[in-house]
């Protein structure tokens, strides 16, 4: 569009005005009397967001106005929007009584179960409250009658009709929206209403004819110059005052920098960092831990094995027989063994490893006697479920502590230390089992969205454990973190899979894990 101040009575000369054809289809429509954006993107049959750029540019250009107002609605909540599915708790109790008349409470969700009604204990307790209220429900000791199923259908019906409006996104009176949120089956949710009215020049462009559907022109090809194209096409201009976009800069992953952090506070501690392989013989992941050859753990559900099932190598037979002996009768620990014949073969198998003790199995084979700290801070690989507390590849922070005088205080006292200077708060420790230490110990923190998450197990290395790998007369306090569910603790998160996200977005807008230590 064009307006010149031409003409010999100073009067604006009009051009014809191109607009691209989504902008003229939504011009039509608000001059139609169409105003609601929503409703706009419901003709054009496409989402609000997919307009949005659109009617920035005809606002732009002076021909629309936009509105933008905000209004609460009403909405039901994940727990409304199932009971919509399978029924409210009172209308499945009600089912149950119209069967029987009358049962006992403890036995109503298997009394549900047996007509082919899923109730939940806890929705049991509310579907009875429920019926009470309204009066179609008494109680006998702990047997509940009922005494008239109209009041409890009428309940029932009124309740369900609420929340279905609701959900149709209609309006209900007051007091329907006060029982639904105080039984917390809907919400209040602020939504934006946007709006968007005829300018007046639209409107007089409108009148003269002057509104026409025509091309978009970015960039002048001589095709469109040729065939005249360019003659009923709208020329998008360039605003050169804008700021070019500037290229994010490079930053390591959250969770990386957090690793490297803990790595920082350990050495400063007087641990030294060991490395092992991801591969593993099962004879370091399992056999040199004490863990019997048929230990559930190391069956196909807890273990990844290598396909084909290939063996590994390993030619100090010494040491084989040492734990063979340990494994069977014992040998010199103390210990009366497992009892069973243990294989060597299947000693050398490799899977994934299921913890970083594998390290330290091969540490202390290493280095042998002595007075040394340690820790690895790598993967480990486990079958679990993906979900926001679990994940089949995660990391873990082992760690041992060697010497004459070690003492499972000084494995308490490093978890305290660690969780201080990484400012997490109260450990609550009790005792727990694990096939390699004795006495153990299980560390809980405390996460602000999660609970009480456990993340700091360990314990002292039995004599099974580290005799046979000539540490006679002396101690080993180890543990195994779980580093990950620090990590979402210190970095404010509460799903396990951000650790590993490779949304850029995300990586550049979460802050930097300031641990307190690093800040003194």
């Not at 690895?376 to 502590?401: C, T, W």
């Not at 450990?427 to 993340?455: D, M, N, Q």
């Amino acid at each position: 569009m064009g307006m010149d101040g031409g003409g010999g009575n100073g009067a604006p000369i009009l051009e014809t005005v191109y607009l691209p054809p989504r902008q003229k289809r939504i011009v039509d429509l608000v001059l139609g009397g169409v105003h609601d954006v929503d409703a706009i993107a419901d003709s054009l049959g496409v989402k609000r967001e997919d307009l949005m750029r659109d009617i920035e540019e005809l606002r732009a250009r002076g021909l629309l106005v936009v509105e933008r107002r905000k209004h609460a609605v009403l909405s039901p909540t994940e727990e409304g929007r199932r009971y919509l599915e399978e029924g409210l708790p009172e209308e499945r109790v009600l089912k149950v009584l119209s069967e029987k008349n009358s049962v006992e409470r403890s036995r109503l969700p298997e009394e549900a179960a047996r007509i082919g009604v899923k109730i939940s204990p806890r929705e049991a307790g509310i579907g009875l409250a429920q019926l009470a209220r309204a009066g179609a429900v008494r109680f006998e000791g702990d047997k509940a009658v009922l005494v008239d199923s109209s009041a409890g259908e009428e309940a029932v019906g009124k309740v369900r009709e609420a929340l279905s409006r609701i959900a149709a996104g209609e309006t209900i009176g007051e007091d329907e929206a006060r029982v639904l949120r105080r039984r917390k089956l809907a919400a209040k949710r602020e939504y934006t209403r946007i709006e968007v009215r005829p300018t007046e020049l639209l409107g007089f462009l409108q009148e003269r004819g002057l509104l026409r559907e025509g091309k978009v022109i970015t960039i002048l090809t001589p095709e469109d110059i040729e065939s005249g194209a360019w003659r009923e096409a709208y020329f998008k201009p360039f605003d050169l005052s804008v700021e070019p976009p500037r290229a994010g800069y490079g930053r390591k992953h959250p969770y990386l920098e957090f690793l490297d952090w803990i790595r920082e506070i350990l050495v400063a501690m007087g641990f030294e960092e060991m490395k092992g392989p991801h591969v593993e013989l099962e004879l370091w992941n399992f056999d040199a831990l004490f863990q019997a050859q048929d230990h559930p753990a190391r069956e196909i559900h807890d273990t990844y094995f290598v396909k084909g099932r290939p063996k590994g190598r390993f030619d100090d037979h010494e040491y084989m027989e040492r734990v063979s002996r340990t494994h069977m009768d014992g040998w010199e620990t103390g210990s009366r063994g497992w009892g069973y014949r243990w294989d060597p073969e299947r000693a050398l198998r490799l899977v994934l490893r299921t913890q970083t003790t594998a390290v330290s199995m091969r540490t202390i084979y290493e280095r042998g006697p002595g007075e040394y700290m340690c820790f690895s801070l790598d993967r480990v690989f486990r079958p679990e479920n993906l979900d926001a507390k679990h994940s089949m590849e995660f990391y873990q922070l082992e760690g041992i502590i060697v010497g004459r005088r070690v003492t499972f205080r000084h494995l308490l006292g490093f978890f305290e230390e660690m969780a201080r200077r990484l400012g997490l708060g109260e450990v609550k420790v009790k005792p727990a089992y694990f096939p390699f230490t004795e006495p153990s110990v299980e560390g809980f923190i405390r996460h602000p969205h999660l609970g009480w998450i456990e993340v700091f197990p360990g314990g002292m290395f039995r004599p099974e454990v580290i005799e046979p790998l000539g540490l006679k007369g002396y101690n080993v306090a180890a543990w195994g973190i779980g580093v990950d569910r620090i990590a979402m603790t210190v970095l404010g998160i509460d799903d396990i899979r951000l650790l590993f996200t490779q949304d850029v977005e995300w990586i550049r807008r979460q802050p930097r894990p300031l641990i307190k230590e690093m800040l003194r």
